[in-house]
């Protein structure tokens, strides 16, 4: 069985099975199907980058980016 990671999107809370216990922030959003241009990652409150490390420990937060002109 894989690790489970709980990511938090809003108020929603997804519980998803990765394979790795320990990831990047880019290969976790791929992982998700997600794009980091849209999305920012927080860690236990922190604003990471795509190469920052994840553990499936962490509090992962994904904040969508909303733009407009």
Do not use: C, F, Q
């Not at 069985?1 to 997804?14: A, C, D, F, N, Q």
């Not at 990047?24 to 997600?34: F, N, P, T």
């Not at 860690?43 to 490390?53: A, C, M, S």
Request: net charge negative; no cysteine; aromatic share 2%.
């Amino acid at each position: 069985m894989s690790p489970v990671w709980r990511i938090r999107e809003g108020r929603e809370i997804r519980e998803v099975e990765l394979p790795e216990e320990r990831m990047r922030v880019d290969a976790l959003l791929r992982a998700l199907g997600l794009r980091m241009e849209e999305y920012i990652v927080i860690r236990n409150g922190e604003v990471l980058t795509e190469k920052d490390h994840l553990s499936r420990e962490d509090e992962v937060e994904l904040v969508r980016v909303i733009s407009g002109g």
